[in-house]
């Protein structure tokens, strides 16, 4: 399975971040990288009041999972 993460910062308050993960489980790493901007423009649009600062792909590890 493909994780995409995406951390975002509230444009009134860039102290004020989180990181959203979403697992990708119908795409390779590599069809995740070519979508990216697809992923982060429709997060984007639905969080109006939040700026994306990083977004990346990766191979999703159960271990780095929050328990």
Do not use: Y
Request: hydrophobic share 45%.
């Amino acid at each position: 399975m493909i994780e995409f993460v995406l951390i975002a910062c509230l444009a009134g308050d860039p102290g004020d971040c989180r990181t959203e993960e979403r697992l990708l489980t119908d795409l390779s790493l590599l069809q995740c990288m070519t979508s990216a901007q697809f992923l982060v423009a429709d997060w984007a649009n639905t969080h109006p009041d939040w700026i994306v600062q990083r977004h990346f792909c990766r191979v999703f590890d159960p271990k780095r999972a929050d328990a």
